[in-house]
């Protein structure tokens, strides 16, 4: 676990380690504070007790040096020195504890900044380049379908027109209501999305070669209720993707369609908590820290849940089970059943 660092100072080819606190020797210190105050107090207490000893009056000069007097005296001059030096070895070995203690914990957090570092190294490596990189590219998708939507006029170019061909102006309407000087939305004159297209969106494209889900995702993206779901469907994958939590290694628990058409119609709680089917306790739990930490996070999630909810409504009404079952193994409901767990809507 120790790391390795270079120095100037040492022979080419070979490392200096660096120690992580629980593997360094520890310092060795001749004389403390602690024995300075314990040889002090003791000194003074011998010191004062010889003076008492020597300026006492004497007696009577009977009592033997083994009598009980003199065992009396010896105890009195150096069973304080004794418990002086106990306290100081006590107070030296409490300082010695903190010191291990310390060097103990800067080794526990040394390594779990290592474990951690190693993990989001081996989990965000190949993988979290390859979704960064596809996100971007929807992302530029996404930018690149708004432009071309930007330029729709009222009026489509008839068949086998040339591209540079004037379009006359349209005639004033017979209720001589005043012509929008922008045009008609282009949502207005966009055929209905398809059921597949929107599934098919809902998922994203699999890579950058996937030519018909990035047809499907400009397709949806013409849509305004379905390019907001996508915006927020994106918003939260990106950002849960910093946690390395990708939809695609989720494996929730199949909800029966009944129970989403039960949701659509508003129902909550304990009826539609199968729909809830995503059982891996890391993503939960990492994205319930993240929901409480983070209030960009917070916010993203709950825009996406209203979205979600709104979106689904209108797309149950006329789907049918077998486009409910689709929709449901899609990216986006994954999300869907992850930040809907955590957020306890099926509580």
Do not use: C
Request: charged content about 25%; aromatic content about 6%; proline content about 6%.
């Amino acid at each position: 676990m120790a790391e390795h660092t270079h120095d100037d100072e040492d022979a080419p080819g070979q490392a200096r380690p660096t120690p992580l606190g629980i593997y360094d020797r520890p310092q060795t210190e001749g004389i403390t504070n602690i024995e300075i105050i314990a040889i002090g107090l003791s000194v003074f207490w011998l010191l004062a007790s010889g003076l008492f000893f020597l300026l006492m009056p004497s007696g009577d000069g009977s009592a033997a040096p083994g009598s009980m007097s003199f065992v009396m005296v010896m105890l009195s001059v150096f069973m304080p020195v004794g418990m002086i030096w106990v306290a100081a070895t006590a107070a030296r070995s409490s300082r010695v504890m903190r010191e291990e203690s310390q060097r103990l914990q800067t080794a526990i957090d040394a390594i779990r900044h290592a474990y951690i570092a190693q993990n989001h190294a081996a989990g965000a490596g190949s993988d979290a380049a390859s979704i960064t990189r596809k996100l971007d590219e929807i992302a530029a998708a996404a930018r690149k379908t708004e432009t071309v939507l930007a330029t729709f006029t009222s009026r489509r170019e008839p068949e086998g027109a040339p591209q540079n061909a004037r379009i006359a102006p349209a005639p004033h309407p017979v209720d001589d209501q005043p012509v929008l000087a922008l045009g008609t939305p282009s949502e207005d004159i966009a055929p209905p999305l398809a059921t597949a297209d929107f599934i098919r969106a809902l998922n994203f494209p699999e890579t950058s070669e996937d030519e018909a889900g990035f047809s499907a995702l400009r397709r949806a993206l013409r849509d305004r209720p379905a390019a907001q779901l996508i915006q927020a469907a994106q918003d939260v994958l990106t950002l849960l993707s910093q946690d390395g939590i990708y939809m695609d290694d989720l494996q929730p628990d199949r909800a029966r369609t009944e129970v989403w058409r039960q949701f659509a119609r508003g129902v909550r709680g304990r009826p539609v908590a199968s729909l809830g089917g995503i059982r891996d306790r890391s993503s939960l739990a990492l994205t319930a820290g993240r929901m409480k930490q983070d209030p960009i996070f917070r916010d993203a999630a709950h825009h996406f849940l209203r979205r979600f909810d709104k979106t689904f409504v209108a797309f149950e009404d006329g789907a049918s089970d077998a486009d409910i079952s689709a929709l449901a193994e899609t990216r986006t409901a994954r999300a869907f059943m992850l930040l809907g767990r955590v957020a306890g809507t099926f509580d």
